[in-house]
């Protein structure tokens, strides 16, 4: 894997090559699905206050959403449900989002821009992974802005049918509240089991 010292939102890695930027949301959650997005934008592609999702307002991450859904040459979205990530644990699941996502491109790119240090790749794409991508390339900046819109967006969708847990809040991260919902009214099918739910985890289901 090449290593480079980058500034920040360079727009790739190299000129005159498809790259597609991959992110992922929701590892670190009791509840709901890992999501990844995969993303391609165009040459000469601008965006004033793109960057990390997790450094932008959830009304900036919207606009920008927006942007690059209307813009990208191709963008996709792809979610790992509790109980396959239960089955196969959460980095792999959090891999297999994100060979889905750029599975689902309809355009196919020739290089894959991978946030993180590592990536089990199954597309046969050639890929550089990149720690702090998601602040460092535009391609990948976007990507986490989808992955976490679109998993926000079905966390606020899921809290209708479950409003005891926060969800529209918390979008399933252990909050103190997340955590005493779950030992006061159990869990659900949205819950990750493999996970440590609560301190009294064993007594609840067995």
């Known amino acids: 894997m090449s290593k480079k010292i980058l500034d920040p939102l360079q727009f790739g890695l190299e000129n005159n090559r498809i790259e597609a930027g991959c992110d992922e949301a929701g590892r670190g959650c009791l509840a709901g699905p890992v999501t990844a997005a995969a993303v391609i934008l165009p040459e000469g592609f601008e965006c004033p206050g793109l960057n990390d999702s997790k450094q932008l307002t959830r009304s900036q991450r919207d606009h920008l959403r927006y942007v690059i859904e209307k813009e990208a040459v191709s963008w996709a979205v792809a979610m790992i449900d509790p109980a396959l990530i239960d089955e ?54 976007a990507a986490s802005i989808l992955a976490k819109t679109h998993r926000d967006e079905w966390m606020e969708r899921l809290h209708q049918e479950f409003p005891y847990y926060g969800w529209d809040k918390n979008k399933g991260y252990p909050t103190k509240q997340h955590r005493e919902a779950i030992g006061l009214s159990g869990i659900t099918i949205w819950h990750r089991r493999s996970f440590r739910l609560t301190d009294q985890q064993l007594l609840l289901w067995g």
């Open 88 to 141: 196969i644990n959460i980095l792999n699941a959090s891999f297999m989002a994100m060979n889905q996502a750029v599975e689902r491109l309809n355009v196919r790119p020739q290089h894959l821009l991978i946030d993180g240090n590592r990536f089990r790749n199954e597309t046969g794409i050639p890929y550089t992974c990149i720690v702090g991508g998601d602040a460092r390339l535009m391609p990948i900046a």
